[in-house]
């Protein structure tokens, strides 16, 4: 195994110091798929940190196929920006912007990706499905070269110039894992539609699937070139070049603002099970215990509970619970009825409420936070899943 450690500078801050992207490639002793991982692209989601630490020690005692990006903390300005205790994850301080929204659809730049040109320009009946890959690989790639360069005729954002810089590093690879944590969550993924009988190889109690679209996101900025090249091979009646064998995953972590190295250990096994069914380990590999069952719905049914009112909300379900129509979902206080009040009898009793699943649902995440505003999301829960095992 070999091992580099590469540095890619991002942004320069104020004083002149300069803030860098750490990256990390292996290389094992035989072919194999590119892997690509990354975690913390929001900054308080830093469960993903301890995976990476696990992955690392496996890999660098276990003999393995292939090679693999890893970037720890993608993300170095959002996880150094704190408020008090907090640390702003999210969002940009500065612009407001989600910093997991501003990867780039190359649908939108057909001057600069257009795989059906570039398809017409090959000579297909010399082609193979491996080539194909790996040339458009390089296209890809150099795609986003082509994007950089345009997006920074006036300088560029700090914000794009981090996500097409993750985007590029990202482009020669065959798995892509994005590494996140929900608010106050349990273990699932995100995985495209084209993907749906592929998950069950990715051992996480609940995935949600989404369509094979573009909404801004790493998962969906990776495959859908991928996507759009397969649909045109399909239109060309060339579907034996099919090239959906590509892969990428947002997998979330449980909850923000923690680290917890015992279940990062059992993350990295769902991971490395996943990645010995994909061919990147030598050896069998064998977990220290069996997974738990794996549910599956479409986004379309992950429903969130907004704040009807705002006050203090204790959360009576938790992360990963199984709830009927009609259970109580939190309960809440607010002490507005008091106001003008001459006397508490009969008043005190309306400070109090509770909100109700409206149908049967797995609980997904909740607010971290027991102080919520109108408005402001409390749950969010997936109704109609189905069992992958």
Not at 95 to 123: C, H, T
Not at 194 to 204: A, H, I, R
Request: hydrophobic share 40%.
């Amino acid at each position: 195994m070999s091992f580099d450690h590469l540095q890619y500078p991002i942004k320069t801050l104020p004083n002149g110091d300069r803030l860098n992207l750490n990256a990390y490639r292996l290389t094992g002793s035989a072919p194999g798929p590119h892997v690509y991982i990354q975690a913390s692209v929001h900054g308080a989601e830093v469960q993903g940190n301890g995976v990476v630490y696990h992955l690392l020690d496996f890999f660098s005692k276990n003999e393995f196929r292939g090679s693999l990006t890893i970037i720890p903390t993608a993300n170095p300005m959002s996880i150094n920006t704190k408020a008090g205790t907090f640390t702003q994850g999210r969002f940009n301080a500065t612009s407001g912007n989600n910093w997991n929204r501003n990867y780039q659809n190359l649908e939108e730049y057909p001057e600069i990706f257009s795989p059906k040109a570039w398809l017409e320009s090959l000579n297909l009946a010399e082609e193979t499905k491996g080539s194909i890959r790996k040339k458009f690989k390089h296209y890809l790639g150099e795609s986003l070269k082509k994007l950089r360069a345009q997006k920074s005729e006036y300088a560029i954002s700090d914000d794009v110039k981090l996500n097409l810089t993750l985007q590029h590093l990202a482009s020669s690879a065959d798995i892509v894992l994005d590494l996140h944590t929900g608010p106050k969550a349990c273990r699932y993924l995100y995985a495209g539609e084209f993907e749906k009988e592929k998950v069950v190889d990715l051992p996480f109690p609940f995935t949600i699937i989404i369509p094979n679209e573009f909404a801004g996101a790493m998962d969906e900025a990776t495959f859908m070139p991928w996507v759009i090249l397969s649909r045109n091979l399909k239109a060309m009646n060339l579907e034996n070049l099919d090239a959906k064998s590509f892969e990428a995953y947002t997998v979330e972590l449980g909850s923000e603002e923690s680290l917890n190295m015992n279940e990062a250990l059992r993350d990295a096994e769902r991971i490395l099970s996943f990645l010995s069914k994909r061919g990147v380990l030598a050896n069998d590999f064998h977990p220290t215990s069996s997974f738990e069952p794996q549910r599956a719905g479409f986004l379309k049914d992950y429903k969130t509970y907004f704040a009807p009112i705002g006050g203090l909300y204790e959360f009576t379900l938790k992360p990963g619970d199984h709830a009927l129509k009609g259970q109580g979902l939190c309960k809440f206080l607010n002490f507005a009825p008091l106001e003008g009040a001459k006397e508490l009898g009969g008043i005190l009793e309306q400070c109090l409420g509770e909100i109700k699943l409206l149908e049967e649902a797995h609980i997904i995440n909740h607010s971290p936070s027991a102080v919520v505003s109108e408005g402001q999301a409390l749950y969010q829960v997936l109704e109609k899943t189905w069992s992958l095992k």
